[in-house]
């Protein structure tokens, strides 16, 4: 069944943000500090990894590492024109939103956990390669196994920062939804080199989002999204 993965996926953030949301306020402040920290460091972790993976490589026994300057190319020009659309003020814009839509206008932290919860599990090549494996070749079992993984990571989100990361489900179902369906488009583009690139700019952008929670909103990480799409055009163009 096409399109099973964006709905398991979809359905294990909202579990995972229903059990944090219900069992986190049995616990103390200082435990919901540390889970924070601890989600944070874990987002931290996985995005080092990815970007390790991406930029380090093994040459005449040595390590080494490269793709400096296309790093840098990506987050730059994708940083400008973020900031002059301003999507994390649109991201903002719909938490306040669905804050008053659903009734929680007065819970100060919906919108940043929304914010956050959204950018941790909506970017990054599980989410992209996973709905095109869906719309082309009918497997969901990437977004199943990312779906594990968001469940984990929003139900500990939830406990810290609230409801609003439950709300995270709503981004991830359009975004892999529409994807799955414009698979077969996508298809051409998204060669070894493209999911590669999309890859380590996702995994910098996870990591970027983990500074985030440890450190308190430092990065204007929705704004620096542009730069997956300059990531996957510049394999098309080189």
């Given at each position: 069944m096409i399109?099973?993965?964006?709905?398991?996926?979809?359905?294990?953030?909202?579990?995972?943000?229903?059990?944090?949301y219900f069992f986190g306020r049995f616990f103390k402040e200082r435990l919901r500090e540390t889970l924070?920290?601890?989600?944070?460091?874990?987002?931290?972790?996985?995005?080092?990894a990815g970007t390790m993976e991406g930029m380090l490589s093994i040459a005449d026994g040595k390590l080494a590492s490269g793709r400096s300057m296309f790093v840098t190319l990506c987050l730059v020009l994708g940083g400008l024109v973020g900031e002059?659309?301003?999507i994390e003020g649109f991201f903002e814009r719909f938490g306040e939103w669905l804050k008053v839509k659903t009734g929680n206008g007065g819970d100060?932290?919906?919108?940043?956990?929304?914010?956050?919860?959204?950018?941790?599990?909506?970017i990054g090549a599980m989410a992209v390669v996973g709905s095109i494996?869906?719309?082309?070749?009918?497997?969901p079992s990437v977004l199943i196994t990312k779906a594990v993984l968001d469940l984990i990571i929003v139900l500990v989100?939830?406990?810290?920062?609230?409801?609003?990361?439950?709300?995270?489900?709503?981004?991830?179902?359009?975004?892999?939804?529409?994807?799955?369906?414009?698979?077969?488009?996508?298809?051409?583009?998204?060669?070894?080199?493209?999911?590669?690139?999309?890859?380590?700019?996702g995994s910098i952008l996870i990591?970027?989002?983990?500074?985030?929670?440890?450190?308190?909103?430092?990065i204007r990480v929705a704004n620096m999204l542009p730069g997956l799409v300059i990531a996957v055009g510049a394999a098309i163009v080189i």
């Open positions: 399109g099973l993965g964006t709905i398991v996926n979809t359905a294990g953030i909202a579990l995972g943000g229903a059990v944090g924070n920290m601890a989600c944070g460091v874990s987002v931290l972790c996985i995005g080092v002059i659309i301003n100060n932290r919906f919108t940043e956990g929304f914010v956050t919860a959204s950018l941790t599990v909506c494996e869906d719309g082309i070749y009918g497997d989100m939830t406990c810290s920062m609230g409801i609003g990361c439950a709300f995270s489900a709503v981004p991830v179902a359009l975004l892999e939804g529409l994807m799955t369906l414009a698979a077969r488009l996508l298809k051409p583009l998204m060669t070894e080199t493209a999911l590669a690139n999309l890859s380590l700019i990591l970027c989002v983990g500074v985030n929670l440890v450190f308190g909103k430092r």
